[in-house]
């Protein structure tokens, strides 16, 4: 499964085929078929045991965030990490030709991803850092589509827009626009900027 993601991730998933897999493995296409029936399995078994790593990983990451500004951005620098070796078409391809799969993944955004990002505002409105006046939870659900508008094709073209970029941008732009002064001024700071008054 794991040869399987990073060439999913690297070349997408429609041009990988059980051969491809196969070859990578060092093995026979045979050998593969007696733990996958098919392409389809292996797709959605990848996904499985993607989400769980996910959310192993973001757990860890919020739990380093000494505020909630800290814990987006270093939530930001490991999304750079991940996005940087994924191909954007992977998205596309799991919505139109593995139903069962980005039904998974739709499933852990509207739980797991939505709370994560529900728990981060009231957090950061305990702390002060966020307005205190925020209707939690609309922007979530706003935030969480911001999340699913960067790998739309038809809004972002991969040719000219990179997952990394567009992360960054969209959640810098979010933050500024829910931050009091006083978290403003950490974004500033985690972003070393000095700004005129």
Not at 91 to 114: D, G, R, V
Request: glycine fraction near 4%.
């Amino acid at each position: 499964m794991q040869t399987a993601v990073e060439l999913f991730m690297r070349h997408g998933i429609r041009s990988v085929s059980m051969d491809d897999i196969a070859a990578q493995l060092g093995m026979s296409k045979k050998t593969l078929y007696k733990w996958f029936d098919n392409k389809d399995q292996i797709v959605l078994a990848t996904m499985q045991q993607h989400l769980v790593k996910e959310e192993s990983d973001c757990e860890v990451v919020f739990a380093t965030g000494a505020n909630a500004l800290e814990e987006n951005y270093n939530l930001m620098q490991w999304h750079k990490n991940m996005l940087a070796g994924i191909n954007p078409s992977i998205f596309h391809e799991l919505q139109k030709y593995y139903p069962e799969a980005w039904a998974l993944f739709e499933q852990h955004k509207h739980t797991f991803i939505l709370r994560k990002i529900t728990d981060n505002l009231r957090r950061g409105i305990e702390e002060g850092v966020f307005r205190a006046d925020l209707d939690v939870d609309v922007l979530a659900r706003l935030r969480l589509a911001e999340i699913q508008l960067i790998f739309d094709p038809n809004t972002f073209s991969p040719k000219q827009f990179d997952l990394q970029r567009l992360h960054t941008v969209t959640i810098e732009h979010f933050l500024y626009g829910i931050c009091t002064l006083k978290g403003h001024r950490l974004i500033n700071q985690y972003r070393q900027l000095t700004e005129a008054e």
